[in-house]
């Protein structure tokens, strides 16, 4: 079953200047920055209270945040939902007829276990699901 929203991913084109504005709109700095190379991202986590922004900036040209940019711009990328069993959930996804961007679940940014729920069948919105690592 599908927990709390996670995180909102946002796709920038320049992290550190990212982070500059949303220190200035949040009232706080991020609590971590850290690079996720099977992403091809440089991420930024903000906790306002119980939620989290995540700021992703593409490392590589040919990464899906470079190709989210190129083609939208800037803006929100992605909705992470909490899992307790990715596995699981991954089964029960399939099994409704929705299609993943992952077999497996992979490792993501912030100590998760991700995959992804393909936006076509999402009503247009990329959706991420995300378990604490073991």
């Known amino acids: 079953m599908v927990?709390?929203?996670?995180?909102?991913?946002?796709a920038v084109s320049d992290l550190q200047a990212?982070?500059?504005?949303?220190?200035?709109l949040l009232g706080i700095a991020p609590?971590?920055?850290?690079?996720v190379a099977s992403e091809n991202v440089m991420t930024a986590f903000f906790l306002t209270g119980v939620n989290k922004i995540e700021l992703?900036?593409?490392?590589?040209p040919s990464s899906a945040i470079a190709s989210f940019?190129?083609?939208?711009?800037?803006?929100?990328?992605h909705?992470?939902?909490h899992v307790e069993d990715i596995e699981?959930?991954?089964?029960?996804?399939?099994?409704?007829?929705?299609?993943?961007l992952q077999e497996k679940p992979k490792p993501g940014a912030d100590n998760k276990l991700i995959c992804f729920v393909?936006?076509?069948?999402?009503?247009?919105?990329?959706?991420?699901?995300c378990q604490e690592k073991p």
Request: hydrophobic share 35%; net charge neutral.
């Open 3 to 10: 927990g709390k929203v996670e995180h909102i991913g946002i």
């Open 18 to 24: 990212s982070i500059q504005l949303y220190t200035k």
């Open 31 to 35: 609590y971590k920055t850290e690079e």
């Open 56 to 60: 992703l900036q593409a490392t590589n």
């Open 69 to 77: 940019i190129e083609k939208r711009g800037e803006g929100i990328h």
């Open 79 to 81: 909705i992470a939902f």
């Open 88 to 100: 699981a959930e991954m089964q029960r996804m399939k099994d409704n007829g929705f299609r993943l």
């Open 118 to 129: 393909h936006p076509k069948d999402a009503g247009g919105v990329l959706m991420e699901l």
